[in-house]
């Protein structure tokens, strides 16, 4: 079966702490991976497309890779501002799969 | 850019009422569009898939003469929710993906519906 699952479901990191978020998928002809950033009430914003093992995007203070079986999405010195919840999404030869988003949030 | 916007951002309706919301892409051409529904602390799960000018695609549970899409434009898709109830209430988001510009989906701002 398809599936798109991210860990951890929450995490809590003091300003500056770098971290790394993941997803992990199982997914029958990949087409792409996307991350996206939701703020409360909003629609997601799309930051990465990932497409092949080995793929790596950054982005300011993230940085997306991407291997057969999980892509992590890096961050670097996060700002207060950065807090978000950060869902992954992979793009099957039918249908997009979202996960189910991971919550970060960035103490001052 | 990729920009997509939603309209009404939120609207409160009586049980029985329609309501129809709109998505836009404002500056591409989306050959597709795509409509979700996102309850709290959940992730989003699609409803359907609107290609202009033909009949949308709906997933699995989700009834098509209730959620009556259309996509008339390149620009425009709107979704009307047909005698909307209590459970009806949900965050609904729309996207758009460019016509020869991959997988890629660029989300609208959302619209938050509730019924009375």
């Known amino acids: 079966e398809d599936q798109v699952t991210q860990s951890p479901e929450a995490l809590r990191l003091q300003e500056g702490e770098s971290s790394s978020l993941n997803c992990s998928y199982t997914v029958s002809g990949l087409r792409g991976l996307f991350w996206y950033r939701q703020d409360p009430g909003k629609g997601p914003e799309f930051l990465f497309t990932l497409y092949s093992a080995g793929e790596e995007k950054e982005k300011e203070r993230l940085k997306a890779t991407l291997t057969k079986k999980e892509s992590f999405l890096h961050i670097t010195a996060p700002k207060p501002e950065d807090s978000a919840t950060y869902l992954c999404a992979v793009q099957a030869e039918d249908k997009i799969i979202f996960g189910k988003g991971t919550r970060l949030h960035i103490l001052p | ?116």
Not at chain 2, 56 to 68: N, R, S
Not at chain 2, 73 to 83: A, C, K, M, Y
Not at chain 2, 100 to 116: A, H, I, K, M, S
């Open chain 2, 1 to 116: 850019g990729a920009v997509v916007s939603q309209h009404p951002s939120w609207v409160i309706c009586k049980s029985g009422t329609s309501v129809k919301i709109e998505c836009r892409s404002l500056d591409f051409q989306a050959t597709t569009m795509f409509w979700y529904r996102q309850f709290p602390k959940q992730s989003l799960m699609l409803m359907a898939t609107s290609n202009e000018g033909s009949k949308a695609t709906y997933e699995q549970g989700v009834e098509k003469d209730k959620f009556l899409i259309n996509h008339a434009s390149l620009t425009l898709s709107t979704l009307t929710v047909t005698s909307a109830h209590p459970e009806d209430s949900s965050f609904y988001i729309c996207s758009a993906r460019k016509g020869g510009g991959g997988d890629t989906q660029y989300f609208g701002p959302g619209t938050r519906l509730t019924v009375l």
